[in-house]
């Protein structure tokens, strides 16, 4: 049994992702090398490295948005955007694909919001088509999200009337409406100006203690710290050191990770 920074117990044997051995290139650039990652049910996992290292595309895989060259992910003990037969691995259909993503959530660095829709129109929208849930329960959960995350006042706007960390805010609710196992966060507050981090920030710490699966990619360390039951450091695309926020932040063991710590700390 293990605890969470949240505070809440995991079996260590509960595992919600599984990457093993992922691959990507793009035309002559090798993106990933071969990464291997495992969360726990229940964790807070933040990747950390400089640009490039390969941390976006290494979610954009686990979300089955960018196709591994070689390798695999699972989430929930299923296998993303392939089936096994033997010793192989086939591409699903797109609406397999499409099926298993509303079981993982994904917030991007630019929100991504439908611009003609209000806020309370693109957070139920996602639960309507997607799950074929009635209008009227979405629009119910959809108005619960919205307290949630603070925006209840908001609900009628649209997006262009929204500060960007109001926008980043109804991204995360939007998410949350399709009730997904895992959340995946892409750089969730580089788009923001400074005093808006923080209210971001906070959203993405509730989430943490109630207990959400989360893998967040960010260049936010203090958060990182505060919120992390594991820290993975990446380069070049590889793996290069991973543990507890105390052991990677403060007591590095790789050459890498701390002449990297040493400039953003």
């Not at 849930?133 to 979405?138: E, G, K, L, Q």
Request: aromatic fraction near 4%.
């Amino acid at each position: 049994m293990t605890v969470t920074k949240a505070g809440k117990d995991t079996n260590a044997a509960s595992v919600m992702v599984e990457v093993r051995s992922v691959r990507k290139s793009f035309g002559p650039l090798e993106v990933l090398k071969g990464v291997d990652l495992t969360v726990a049910a229940g964790e807070v996992t933040v990747i950390l490295g400089p640009s490039g290292s390969g941390k976006s595309t290494l979610l954009r895989i686990v979300n089955h948005l960018e196709k591994a060259d070689a390798g695999w992910v699972s989430v929930g003990g299923a296998l993303i955007g392939c089936r096994r037969s033997g010793d192989k691995l086939y591409e699903l259909p797109e609406r397999e694909v499409l099926k298993q993503r509303t079981r993982i959530g994904f917030v991007f660095q630019d929100f991504r919001l439908f611009p003609h829709l209000t806020v309370l129109e693109n957070v139920v929208e996602a639960p309507v088509w997607a799950l074929k849930r009635p209008r009227d329960a979405a629009t119910a959960s959809a108005v619960a999200l919205l307290v949630r995350v603070g925006l209840a006042d908001k609900a009628d706007a649209y997006p262009r009337q929204l500060s960007g960390g109001q926008r980043q805010r109804v991204a995360v609710a939007r998410a949350l409406a399709l009730e997904p196992g895992l959340l995946l966060f892409d750089e969730p507050t580089s788009a923001l100006d400074p005093e808006l981090v923080g209210e971001v920030l906070d959203v993405i710490k509730d989430l943490a203690r109630r207990g959400t699966t989360m893998i967040v990619v960010t260049h936010e360390i203090g958060f990182a710290r505060e919120i992390a039951d594991t820290v993975v450091f990446m380069d070049d695309g590889r793996v290069v050191e991973r543990g507890a926020p105390d052991d990677v932040l403060n007591a590095p063991r790789h050459a890498r990770t701390k002449a990297f710590l040493s400039k953003v700390l």
